[in-house]
């Protein structure tokens, strides 16, 4: 989980440091408003899901069950690579 966290971060952070161009082209439709607001109003609202994601796998008990299910469901055999 921390992998993640820290991959999700990263992702977040690069991309607020480099939007996609074409997002500011007139000639591509968009959402009605201005767009730069429209870009930083999306980042923030991912920045608040992952800091919920994070809190909630804060807590022990959640984490277990996310183990626990992941175990129930051999998500690891079918989609992780062991080192």
């Known amino acids: 989980m921390e992998k993640q ?3 999700s971060r990263r992702s977040i952070e690069w991309v607020e440091l480099h939007p996609y161009e074409v997002m500011f082209m007139e000639q591509v439709p968009a959402l009605p408003g201005d767009r730069a607001g429209n870009l930083k109003k999306s980042i923030e609202g991912i920045k608040s ?31 992780c690579w062991k080192e």
């Open 49 to 79: 899901r992952a800091e919920k994601d994070a809190q909630y796998l804060a807590d022990p008990k959640n984490l277990e069950a996310l183990h626990q299910g992941r175990l129930e469901r051999h998500v690891d055999e079918q989609f």
């Open 5 to 7: 966290g820290e991959a």
